[in-house]
């Protein structure tokens, strides 16, 4: 789902694009890059008048004499951090086209005006962010830089627009993101090349986990992929460290976009962990073989039963805990009928189905690891995972070579309105 920023009323002083990200594609690049200093101090202001502004024709306020500290003596000025650094500005940057304006942000393309490389610039949603800055932009950020990896998109700077609700994160930019390749491409992807794909994808969510970040919003949207046959994990905007004590509220329920939604969270456990990433690679998975997502359910309940559908409804063997799960109790379970996978794929080999199930195991407990699966024989079996060098080059939508709209799929679960919640809750 997109929301066009601009149509959501400009009365809203935040709301306001900066001249870098406006609509406009002949840039002024003289713009200023630096954020205008007001010149009068607010009337009410909390902090005491200087003797200096008592009259207000005096002339402009003087600094401090070096001799007076505004900081405690005990805090170390600000050069013994030499590593603590002012961000750029975004007009360090040519805006070239706009990429893709999703849910929570726009990203652009763009061109390094001191290098010239091509970089993709995503705009962090701060708009209604009145607590300072939210917690969800600064994990963003912090796992981009936590999980670097050869398959997790890499970030390069932080930049500043006119304004402080202006803060675009820099990456590399890459060609495609596997939702609109696999719309666009006119075979799906053969066994060797899925099994190149699916490798680099555990390999990321592997070096992910052992970091103790949680993704949480894996699907083939958040997934780039550039014309050398290398996959890059995007968008960590609803990511999270896992592992730290939970707060009483639990950990929140609207991660995960609705196809690619673990049973464990849509039967409301209030805690969860790896294993919801994991569902999400089974989902992509199938995704990549059959070119199209797997769960298409239009919410919650019809998702569940596309789950028992394809898979046979739960029992006490394949998860002992279901049962004690809030949700479970509000929901009639079909009668057991076998598992519906071996005719859903049938050009996957024995241990490809293997490996699948393994994927979509009902029990979080019992659900495969990236680390497990990397190991798996699907892996090691003919045909071998073709070498990324070897993958045809398509051409990129992202960098307007080629533009087709792509079929709708469910956007990920808000984020904005439920800051709080996050903060709140979710530690
Ligand atoms: N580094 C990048 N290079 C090229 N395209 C990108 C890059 N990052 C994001 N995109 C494009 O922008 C889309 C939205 O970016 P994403 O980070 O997923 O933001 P959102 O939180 O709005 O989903 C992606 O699906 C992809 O098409
Ligand atoms: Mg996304």
């Known amino acids: 789902m997109s929301t066009d920023l601009n149509s959501q009323g400009s009365s809203t002083p935040s709301r306001?694009?900066?001249?870098?990200?406006e609509g406009d594609d002949v840039e002024d690049l003289?713009?200023?890059?630096?954020?205008?200093?007001?010149?009068?101090?607010?009337?009410?202001s909390?902090?005491?008048?200087?003797?200096?502004?008592?009259?207000?024709?005096?002339?402009?306020?003087?600094?401090?004499?070096?001799?007076?500290r505004n900081y405690s003596v005990y805090v170390p000025p600000r050069t013994w951090h030499p590593t603590i650094q002012s961000s750029r500005s975004v007009y360090c940057y040519e805006r070239l086209n706009q990429i893709e304006e999703g849910s929570y942000g726009v990203v652009f393309r763009a061109k390094d005006k001191q290098t010239g490389d091509i970089v993709a610039l995503k705009k962090l949603k701060l708009d209604e962010e009145k607590n300072g800055f939210p917690i969800t932009a600064l994990r963003e950020i912090h796992s981009l830089m936590t999980c670097r990896h050869e398959n997790v998109v890499r970030i390069r700077e932080v930049v500043v627009g006119d304004t402080l609700t202006q803060v675009f994160v820099v990456m590399d930019f890459i060609e495609h993101d596997l939702k609109t390749l696999l719309t666009n491409m006119p075979s799906p992807f053969l066994q060797s090349e899925v099994k190149t794909l699916m490798l680099q994808l555990l390999s990321a969510v592997q070096h992910c986990h052992s970091n103790w970040i949680l993704h949480r919003d894996l699907k083939s949207s958040n997934l780039l992929m550039n014309?050398?046959?290398t996959i890059k994990v995007a968008d960590f905007g609803?990511?999270?460290?896992?592992?730290?004590p939970v707060g009483v509220g639990g950990m929140t329920q609207l991660v995960v976009t609705l196809w690619y939604r673990a049973p464990e969270i849509l039967l409301g456990a209030k805690t969860y962990s790896t294993a919801i990433d994991i569902w999400s690679v089974g989902c992509i998975f199938a995704e990549l073989l059959l070119k199209e997502p797997l769960f298409q359910a239009k919410g919650e309940i019809e998702l569940l039963s596309m789950i028992f559908k394809l898979l046979g409804p739960p029992t006490k063997n394949s998860w002992p805990d279901y049962f004690n799960l809030p949700n479970a109790k509000t929901i009639t379970l079909p009668s057991p009928q076998p598992a519906a996978f071996r005719s859903k794929f049938p050009h996957l080999s024995t241990s490809g189905i293997d490996l699948l199930m393994s994927f979509l195991t009902y029990d979080p407990e019992q659900r495969i690891t990236a680390e497990e699966a990397l190991q798996h024989p699907y892996f090691t079996e003919s045909p071998l995972p073709k070498h990324p060098d070897l993958f045809g080059s398509f051409p990129s939508a992202a960098a307007g070579e080629k533009r087709?709209?792509?079929f709708d799929s469910p956007s990920a679960p808000?984020?904005?309105?439920?800051?709080?919640?996050?903060?709140?809750l979710d530690m």
């Open 30 to 44: 003289s713009a200023p890059t630096q954020v205008p200093i007001p010149k009068k101090r607010a009337k009410h």
């Open 46 to 68: 909390k902090h005491p008048r200087l003797p200096t502004d008592r009259v207000s024709s005096s002339p402009p306020p003087q600094p401090l004499p070096p001799t007076r």
């Open 414 to 424: 808000a984020r904005a309105a439920n800051y709080n919640l996050l903060t709140e």
């Open 404 to 406: 087709r709209k792509v």
């Open 227 to 229: 014309n050398r046959g």
């Open 238 to 244: 609803l990511a999270r460290r896992y592992g730290d």
């Open 16 to 21: 306001k694009r900066s001249k870098w990200d």
